[in-house]
């Protein structure tokens, strides 16, 4: 079952904007990552979270992550063109399950020029 | 490096037939995992390793074998294709506990089962 829903599953907005997509999960978490996948491609590690962790700046990324609310949220500033691709959240119950993760179903962005 | 690397890129499968979809790394990772990727699903855990030797179960099993004889090999085989193993698969490795729970994926194999 997939442990992390994403919202929204598209979104759209011009070059310049701010983009945020939210990720929801089920089961207590080690730590919880995001992904970026453009068409066709394998998926690129963009950052990791960890459950002791509100908040995560990474250039342009900025993540939060509310364990109360077992949720999580993904903005990017100042898009690109470049940052359209689907991005996907996935999360790390840890314990005897390291390195299993469990992705939510994605959201595709597309950023118009 | 090479990083992850998965071949080939391209199979269609008859329904029966097996096959293995080779995944190597040359990162020195402990760990790595198989996925598949399925329209509107995200990604599910097959399989994955955490070291030589050691292999468990993910989410959806069943219809896949693998073993790790080595650090950088991570074989999946398909034991008798089914038109439901149509997917996209990708192969992931990672440092492990030890560094970084970061995983870096292969460019993944498109599998079509007729």
């Known amino acids: ?37 453009n068409s066709g491609r394998g998926l690129v ?6 459950s002791n962790e509100r908040e995560k700046h990474s250039g342009r990324l900025r993540v939060t992550l509310d364990t109360s609310k077992k949720s999580s949220s993904l903005l990017i500033t100042a898009s690109r063109a470049a940052d359209t691709a689907s991005y996907f959240c996935a999360t790390d119950a840890g314990g005897t399950s390291y ?6 179903q994605g959201t595709i962005l597309t950023v118009h020029p | 490096n090479a990083g992850v690397t998965q071949t080939p890129k391209f199979q269609v499968l008859k329904t029966g037939q097996s096959m293995t979809l080779q995944c190597a790394q040359d990162m ?7 996925y598949r990727q399925d329209p509107g699903m995200g990604l599910r855990l097959i399989h994955y390793s955490v070291g030589a030797g050691i292999t468990d179960q993910g989410e959806v099993p069943n219809g896949y074998n693998v073993s790790r004889s080595t ?3 991570f074989p999946l085989r398909l034991l008798s294709a089914a038109p439901s193993q149509t997917s996209v ?21 498109r599998l079509t089962v007729t």
């Open chain 2, 28 to 34: 020195n990772h402990e760990y790595m995992s198989w």
């Open chain 2, 89 to 109: 698969y990708f192969c992931a490795s990672s440092y492990g506990q030890v560094r970084s729970y970061e995983q870096y994926f292969g460019p993944g194999t």
């Open chain 1, 45 to 50: 590690h963009l950052i990791l979270i960890r």
């Open chain 1, 99 to 104: 390195g299993k993760l469990t992705f939510g």
């Open chain 1, 1 to 37: 079952s997939q442990q992390g829903e994403e919202d929204p599953q598209a979104l759209s907005i011009q070059e310049g904007e701010n983009a945020t997509m939210n990720c929801s999960y089920k089961t207590s978490i080690n730590n919880l990552q995001w992904y970026r996948q």
């Open chain 2, 71 to 73: 650090t950088e090999d």
